[in-house]
Protein backbone atom coordinates (compact mmCIF):
# COMPACT_ATOMS: atom_id res chain seq x y z
CA UNK A 1 0.00 0.00 0.00
CA UNK A 2 1.45 3.05 -0.55
CA UNK A 3 1.29 6.79 -0.98
CA UNK A 4 0.13 9.44 -4.48
CA UNK A 5 4.40 9.75 -4.54
CA UNK A 6 4.97 5.91 -4.43
CA UNK A 7 5.92 5.70 -0.66
CA UNK A 8 4.71 2.60 1.34
CA UNK A 9 1.82 3.94 3.81
CA UNK A 10 2.79 2.52 7.43
CA UNK A 11 0.16 2.91 10.49
CA UNK A 12 0.72 5.92 12.42
CA UNK A 13 1.92 8.05 9.75
CA UNK A 14 1.47 11.47 9.74
CA UNK A 15 -0.39 12.27 6.42
CA UNK A 16 -2.79 15.02 4.33
CA UNK A 17 -5.23 13.52 2.13
CA UNK A 18 -4.04 15.51 -1.18
CA UNK A 19 -6.93 15.07 -3.95
CA UNK A 20 -6.55 18.62 -6.18
CA UNK A 21 -6.56 20.47 -2.79
CA UNK A 22 -5.55 19.63 1.06
CA UNK A 23 -9.09 18.19 2.46
CA UNK A 24 -8.17 16.67 5.69
CA UNK A 25 -4.95 15.96 7.73
CA UNK A 26 -4.14 13.47 10.53
CA UNK A 27 -2.81 9.91 11.76
CA UNK A 28 -3.46 7.26 9.58
CA UNK A 29 -4.97 3.94 11.04
CA UNK A 30 -7.13 0.86 9.88
CA UNK A 31 -4.97 -0.04 6.47
CA UNK A 32 -6.98 -2.56 4.64
CA UNK A 33 -4.51 -4.39 2.62
CA UNK A 34 -5.68 -5.53 -0.86
CA UNK A 35 -8.26 -3.03 -1.60
CA UNK A 36 -7.80 0.07 -3.82
CA UNK A 37 -10.79 2.31 -2.25
CA UNK A 38 -11.19 3.32 1.14
CA UNK A 39 -8.27 1.20 2.34
CA UNK A 40 -7.30 3.76 5.54
CA UNK A 41 -8.91 5.95 7.99
CA UNK A 42 -7.42 9.27 9.04
CA UNK A 43 -8.05 10.28 13.39
CA UNK A 44 -9.37 13.43 12.83
CA UNK A 45 -10.59 15.63 16.24
CA UNK A 46 -14.20 14.66 14.76
CA UNK A 47 -17.11 12.69 15.92
CA UNK A 48 -15.84 10.16 13.36
CA UNK A 49 -12.89 9.26 11.58
CA UNK A 50 -13.12 9.82 7.56
CA UNK A 51 -12.48 6.95 5.03
CA UNK A 52 -9.67 7.83 2.57
CA UNK A 53 -8.10 6.65 0.01
CA UNK A 54 -4.74 6.39 0.41
CA UNK A 55 -3.20 6.63 -2.99
CA UNK A 56 -4.70 10.41 -3.09
CA UNK A 57 -2.43 10.98 0.43
CA UNK A 58 1.24 12.44 1.05
CA UNK A 59 2.73 11.60 3.90
CA UNK A 60 3.38 15.20 6.22
CA UNK A 61 6.98 14.45 5.76
CA UNK A 62 7.08 14.56 2.02
CA UNK A 63 4.70 17.71 2.16
CA UNK A 64 7.33 19.37 4.60
CA UNK A 65 10.44 19.31 2.33
CA UNK A 66 8.25 19.49 -0.66
CA UNK A 67 10.21 16.32 -1.89
CA UNK A 68 7.00 14.43 -3.99
CA UNK A 69 8.46 13.46 -7.07
CA UNK A 70 11.50 10.70 -5.19
CA UNK A 71 11.35 9.66 -2.08
CA UNK A 72 13.94 7.44 -2.44
CA UNK A 73 16.55 10.36 -2.51
CA UNK A 74 18.08 12.02 0.78
CA UNK A 75 15.79 14.01 2.23
CA UNK A 76 17.13 17.61 3.29
CA UNK A 77 16.07 19.46 6.73
CA UNK A 78 12.68 20.13 7.74
CA UNK A 79 13.43 23.36 7.93
CA UNK A 80 14.87 24.76 4.69
CA UNK A 81 13.04 27.36 3.30
CA UNK A 82 10.87 25.37 1.15
CA UNK A 83 10.09 23.43 4.09
CA UNK A 84 9.09 26.41 5.86
CA UNK A 85 7.23 28.06 2.92
CA UNK A 86 4.93 24.54 2.80
CA UNK A 87 4.62 24.58 6.84
CA UNK A 88 3.23 28.03 6.62
CA UNK A 89 0.77 27.39 3.60
CA UNK A 90 -0.36 24.74 5.64
CA UNK A 91 -1.32 26.68 8.85
CA UNK A 92 -3.28 28.97 6.38
CA UNK A 93 -5.03 25.46 4.93
CA UNK A 94 -5.72 23.80 8.13
CA UNK A 95 -6.95 27.30 10.01
CA UNK A 96 -9.00 27.90 6.69
CA UNK A 97 -10.83 24.38 6.86
CA UNK A 98 -11.55 23.50 10.29
CA UNK A 99 -14.58 26.42 10.48
CA UNK A 100 -15.49 29.20 13.49
CA UNK A 101 -17.01 27.31 15.74
CA UNK A 102 -17.48 28.73 19.31
CA UNK A 103 -19.89 27.39 22.14
CA UNK A 104 -21.36 29.41 25.04
CA UNK A 105 -23.22 28.03 28.24
CA UNK A 106 -25.28 30.04 30.91
CA UNK A 107 -23.51 29.92 33.88
CA UNK A 108 -25.72 30.46 37.01
CA UNK A 109 -24.58 32.16 40.76
CA UNK A 110 -26.89 31.32 43.06
CA UNK A 111 -27.92 34.39 45.59
CA UNK A 112 -25.55 34.79 49.00
CA UNK A 113 -25.60 37.01 51.58
CA UNK A 114 -22.62 39.96 51.62
CA UNK A 115 -21.02 41.04 54.25
CA UNK A 116 -23.71 43.96 55.25
CA UNK A 117 -26.57 41.09 55.10
CA UNK A 118 -27.95 41.81 51.56
CA UNK A 119 -28.81 39.41 49.47
CA UNK A 120 -26.98 39.52 46.06
CA UNK A 121 -28.26 37.75 43.08
CA UNK A 122 -29.22 35.10 41.50
CA UNK A 123 -26.52 36.81 38.86
CA UNK A 124 -26.68 34.98 35.32
CA UNK A 125 -23.22 35.10 32.89
CA UNK A 126 -22.75 33.98 29.17
CA UNK A 127 -19.21 31.91 29.30
CA UNK A 128 -18.00 31.43 25.33
CA UNK A 129 -15.64 28.88 24.79
CA UNK A 130 -14.08 27.79 21.48
CA UNK A 131 -15.07 24.48 20.00
CA UNK A 132 -12.15 21.64 20.98
CA UNK A 133 -12.00 20.21 17.91
CA UNK A 134 -11.92 22.95 15.95
CA UNK A 135 -9.10 24.36 18.05
CA UNK A 136 -7.39 21.42 18.20
CA UNK A 137 -7.29 21.49 14.14
CA UNK A 138 -6.19 25.03 13.42
CA UNK A 139 -3.10 24.47 15.96
CA UNK A 140 -2.10 21.50 13.93
CA UNK A 141 0.18 23.96 11.71
CA UNK A 142 1.84 24.55 14.55
CA UNK A 143 2.47 21.51 15.89
CA UNK A 144 4.12 20.67 12.45
CA UNK A 145 6.62 23.61 12.66
CA UNK A 146 7.50 22.95 16.21
CA UNK A 147 8.27 19.81 15.38
CA UNK A 148 10.87 20.53 12.48
CA UNK A 149 12.38 23.12 14.44
CA UNK A 150 12.97 20.55 17.19
CA UNK A 151 14.21 17.78 14.51
CA UNK A 152 16.51 20.81 12.96
CA UNK A 153 17.78 21.25 16.23
CA UNK A 154 19.32 17.97 17.15
CA UNK A 155 20.12 17.76 13.76
CA UNK A 156 22.22 20.61 13.38
CA UNK A 157 24.18 20.76 16.75
CA UNK A 158 23.74 17.65 18.89
CA UNK A 159 25.33 19.55 22.13
CA UNK A 160 21.74 21.62 22.09
CA UNK A 161 19.89 18.38 22.44
CA UNK A 162 19.79 18.56 26.31
CA UNK A 163 18.61 22.08 25.90
CA UNK A 164 15.83 21.56 23.34
CA UNK A 165 14.44 18.70 25.84
CA UNK A 166 14.57 20.98 28.85
CA UNK A 167 12.71 23.15 26.95
CA UNK A 168 9.95 20.43 26.23
CA UNK A 169 9.45 18.95 29.65
CA UNK A 170 9.61 22.43 31.19
CA UNK A 171 6.22 23.19 28.84
CA UNK A 172 4.75 20.02 29.70
CA UNK A 173 5.25 20.77 33.51
CA UNK A 174 4.20 24.14 32.95
CA UNK A 175 1.22 22.88 30.78
CA UNK A 176 -0.11 19.70 33.69
CA UNK A 177 0.41 22.89 36.32
CA UNK A 178 3.47 21.13 38.15
CA UNK A 179 5.93 23.95 36.98
CA UNK A 180 5.75 26.95 38.85
CA UNK A 181 6.20 29.42 36.01
CA UNK A 182 3.21 29.92 33.67
CA UNK A 183 2.66 28.25 30.42
CA UNK A 184 3.23 31.89 28.78
CA UNK A 185 6.62 32.61 30.64
CA UNK A 186 7.61 28.87 29.60
CA UNK A 187 6.69 29.94 25.89
CA UNK A 188 8.63 33.40 25.80
CA UNK A 189 11.73 31.68 26.88
CA UNK A 190 12.09 29.33 23.73
CA UNK A 191 13.48 32.05 21.88
CA UNK A 192 16.20 33.55 24.43
CA UNK A 193 18.30 30.57 24.66
CA UNK A 194 22.42 31.52 24.06
CA UNK A 195 23.06 28.66 21.70
CA UNK A 196 22.59 29.87 18.04
CA UNK A 197 21.29 26.92 16.32
CA UNK A 198 18.52 26.54 19.58
CA UNK A 199 17.73 30.68 19.37
CA UNK A 200 16.64 30.26 15.30
CA UNK A 201 14.94 26.96 15.18
CA UNK A 202 13.11 28.24 18.88
CA UNK A 203 12.71 31.37 17.24
CA UNK A 204 10.95 30.32 14.24
CA UNK A 205 8.45 28.58 16.85
CA UNK A 206 7.67 31.96 18.85
CA UNK A 207 6.85 33.95 15.53
CA UNK A 208 4.62 31.35 14.62
CA UNK A 209 2.87 31.45 17.46
CA UNK A 210 3.06 34.83 17.90
CA UNK A 211 0.66 34.71 14.44
CA UNK A 212 -0.80 32.24 15.08
CA UNK A 213 -2.54 33.79 18.55
CA UNK A 214 -3.16 37.04 16.45
CA UNK A 215 -4.89 34.99 13.67
CA UNK A 216 -7.30 33.03 16.02
CA UNK A 217 -8.16 35.84 18.26
CA UNK A 218 -9.79 37.74 15.11
CA UNK A 219 -11.00 35.03 14.37
CA UNK A 220 -12.80 33.44 17.86
CA UNK A 221 -12.65 37.06 19.48
CA UNK A 222 -10.49 38.01 22.52
CA UNK A 223 -12.96 36.54 25.16
CA UNK A 224 -11.43 32.99 24.77
CA UNK A 225 -8.15 34.19 24.45
CA UNK A 226 -7.07 31.99 27.24
CA UNK A 227 -7.94 28.92 25.63
CA UNK A 228 -6.07 29.58 22.39
CA UNK A 229 -3.19 30.54 24.63
CA UNK A 230 -3.29 27.02 25.93
CA UNK A 231 -4.00 25.24 22.75
CA UNK A 232 -1.28 26.72 20.94
CA UNK A 233 0.91 25.91 23.89
CA UNK A 234 -0.40 22.37 23.59
CA UNK A 235 0.71 22.38 20.16
CA UNK A 236 3.63 23.29 20.46
CA UNK A 237 4.28 21.12 23.18
CA UNK A 238 3.32 17.74 21.13
CA UNK A 239 5.37 18.90 18.43
CA UNK A 240 8.42 19.05 20.28
CA UNK A 241 7.69 15.89 21.84
CA UNK A 242 7.22 14.24 18.04
CA UNK A 243 10.60 16.09 17.20
CA UNK A 244 12.33 14.52 20.03
CA UNK A 245 11.00 11.04 19.06
CA UNK A 246 14.19 8.52 18.44
CA UNK A 247 16.65 10.42 20.15
CA UNK A 248 18.71 9.32 22.81
Not at 65 to 77: E, G, H, R
Not at 130 to 148: H, K, P, S
Not at 205 to 223: D, R
Amino acid sequence: MHYKNGREAKQGDMVVNFNGTITQSGILHSLVAGSDCCNGRLTMPTASDPYINIEDCLHVDDIAVATVPDTTAPKPPLTNAAGLAVLAALVVCLVAMSGCMTESAQVVTPPSTNAQGVVVGPQTNTVVTVNTNNLILDCAGIQLIAMGATMAVVDQDQTAEPEVRAAQLSLGAALKGANPNTVGQVMASLGQSTNAVMLVQMGKITQGVSAMEQQLLAKYGPTVGGQIGLGIAQAVYDGMTSGLVGQP
